[in-house]
């Protein structure tokens, strides 16, 4: 404190707001600054907590070397401006990559490029070793039934039951009778902590967000895919269905061992989920690895936007 | 500057034609294509058919209705009143029967589609279905247009005849004739047209080939522009109201052209 300012104190005199102390830090930057090296202790504790108890996907499929499923090369996107810029990475078996970034930086469009639903410029995506990127409709549609997808916003079929929802895949793709379906669909609904018996005949507008989410991810899981996608996953959600949602995605990583891609901007939430991090930043990967890997790195963006959380 | 945006607008227009005829080609090809989602299709046919049924009776009964007042003034004129079931008979199956059953049909059921679709869209279910390997188009589309195309001539049939019926009640009570006459005169214009295939009366191929165009239209325009929706709610909005003007001018603007040519080929 300066002699100025203990003179005012003795004083009872107030400092003016338009006063600047050149000397000290604005208060708000100092309490943010604390606020965001609390935080970033925070991500650093959950990273070596999960470490300890993430499942290492060998748990479930074995030693030895995991193949990459999902692959994503020198990837060029632009529609009236560029949108990714020699993205790569890839997801081995078993794996969860969440990629994280902020808004607006093309994390969704990832999806629809591993779905095929979008064709990139350069570079190519592949599946299993198999080159997707320029698939005929038809073919890129039997590709996607070894996918699962969770939307952001569920996007349940709101003319059809819970049943029908999870039971669409199904009636679509298999050949199961309707008792199989009954059956797989009871399965997959208790999979995702829901009661059969109490949802399946409610539409998708009599659920709470949460229920929707887990719905979604019944449905994506009907055909036991290889490759869960999740759009926001916990986006919209309170805390504790978010930890829910979490949850549910380390359970289907532990117990079934699908590789999964997990779109997210909850920082938290991917570090408790993720096997690897990728950070979408200024159209590309600015880093990717293990989320212990990041939060040991000294690089300026990545303490910036980890602190931003 | 200007020559810039009039070349933007020009090719945004052929885009977007582009983009309707390779959607309502997808869409025809898919109905033959498996797999058949036939409980879509009964209940698209039960929504556009059975659905629009109301709106359709009305407009048909009072149009026949208000066709034969006015006409009764005219033909008093001439004392040509003995000829009120002919001209209400070729008014309504060649003409009013088609294009007030697609009006109404492109406001209730277009609109219905493109709100329906939009919203699909804006929540993402188009591309949920995408995902579960289902083509959207063979989905959503195909049962709705092959629905409209059943539907409409049926739609038609039924407009006409209630539009005859409320002429006939018209014909008795403003101008005291016999049911016998009304109906006789009908049958005549309706048999003076010619037949195709020896059978069939020409009236009936005009009346019904029309319809069926417009259930087209009707369709695969509110398909369009639901399937294409941006912008959320908004953007639904938007959809709904431009399926609605297009498929209506569309209508009268075919409707025309559609004349000419059923005339030339269908001349008595």
């Known amino acids: 404190m300066t002699d100025e300012e203990d003179r005012r104190r003795q004083q009872g005199e107030r400092r003016h707001p338009s006063e600047k102390d050149e000397t000290a830090m604005p208060r708000r930057v100092r309490d943010s600054g604390r606020v965001r090296a609390a935080i970033r202790t925070e991500l650093e504790e ?54 994280v970034g902020e808004s607006g930086t093309g994390k969704s469009t990832i999806l629809k490029l591993i779905l095929r639903l979008l064709v990139p410029d350069q570079g190519k995506v592949t599946i ?44 679509e793709h298999t050949t199961l009778d309707e008792d199989e379906i009954e059956a797989r669909v009871r399965e997959k609904l208790q999979f995702v902590d829901l009661d059969p018996d109490r949802v399946m ?44 949602i979490t949850y549910l995605i380390i359970k289907l ?17 991917a570090f408790r989920m993720a096997s690897k991090i990728a950070l979408l930043a200024n159209r590309r990967i600015g880093f990717f690895g293990t989320p212990e890997e990041m939060t040991g790195s000294d690089d300026p963006y990545l303490r910036e936007f980890l602190g931003g959380f | 500057m200007i020559l810039d945006t009039f070349n933007d607008a020009a090719k945004r227009t052929v885009y977007s034609l582009q983009e309707f005829f390779v959607l309502a080609g997808k869409a025809l090809g898919f109905i033959f294509v498996k797999p058949f989602y036939a409980a879509d299709l009964f209940q698209q046919m039960d929504a556009i058919g059975v659905g629009s049924l109301g709106i359709v009776l009305l407009t048909g009964f009072f149009t026949g209705m208000v066709l034969a007042l006015q006409s009764a003034v005219q033909l008093q004129t001439f004392g040509a009143t003995d000829y009120i079931g002919r001209l209400i008979a070729g008014s309504m199956i060649r003409e009013l029967g088609p294009v007030l059953a697609g009006l109404m049909v492109a406001g209730r059921v277009g609109s219905g589609i493109a709100a329906q679709l939009g919203s699909m869209r804006v929540t993402e279910q188009i591309d949920a279905l995408n995902t579960l390997g289902t083509d959207p188009i063979k989905k959503l589309v195909t049962p709705r247009v092959l629905a409209a195309l059943i539907m409409m001539p049926i739609l038609t049939i039924i407009n006409d005849f209630v539009g005859i019926f409320g002429g006939s009640i018209i014909a ?25 295939l020896h059978y069939i009366p020409n009236d009936f191929i005009q009346g019904l080939s029309k319809p069926f165009v417009f259930g087209g239209i009707i369709s695969l325009v509110a398909c369009y522009f639901g399937l294409k929706t941006s912008g959320g709610t908004e953007g639904v909005g938007v959809a709904t109201t431009r399926t609605v003007v297009t498929a209506s001018i569309l209508i009268l603007v075919v409707d025309y052209f559609l004349t000419q040519v059923l005339l030339a080929v269908f001349s008595p």
Do not use: C
Not at chain 1, 58 to 83: C, M, N, S, W
Not at chain 1, 253 to 269: P, Y
């Open chain 1, 46 to 99: 959950v990273a070596e907590d999960t470490a300890e108890r993430r499942p290492g996907p060998d748990e479930k499929l074995g030693p030895g070397p995991r193949q990459k499923v999902i692959t994503l090369e020198h990837i060029y996107l632009a529609f009236e401006e560029p949108i990714l810029e020699n993205v790569t990475f890839h997801a081995r078996e078993g794996d969860t990559v969440v990629v």
């Open chain 1, 128 to 171: 299993d070793g198999d080159d997707i990127t320029h698939l005929k409709f038809d073919d890129a549609l039997k590709v996607r039934q070894k996918m699962g997808m969770v939307f952001q916003g569920a996007a349940l079929f709101d003319s059809m039951t819970v049943y029908e929802n999870v039971a669409y895949p199904l009636r």
């Open chain 1, 201 to 244: 005949e409610q539409m998708p507008a009599e659920l709470s967000g949460g229920m929707k989410k887990r719905v979604g991810i019944a449905r994506g899981l009907a055909n036991n895919p290889e490759i869960m996608l999740y759009d926001e996953p916990t986006s919209g959600l309170d805390p504790l269905t978010t930890a829910t």
């Open chain 1, 253 to 269: 990583q532990r117990e079934l061992g699908v590789t999964s891609i997990v779109v997210s901007h909850d920082i938290r939430s």
């Open chain 2, 172 to 196: 008795k009570v403003y101008l005291g004739k016999p049911a016998a006459l009304y109906w006789k005169t009908v049958f005549e214009q309706i048999l003076s047209g010619g037949f195709t």
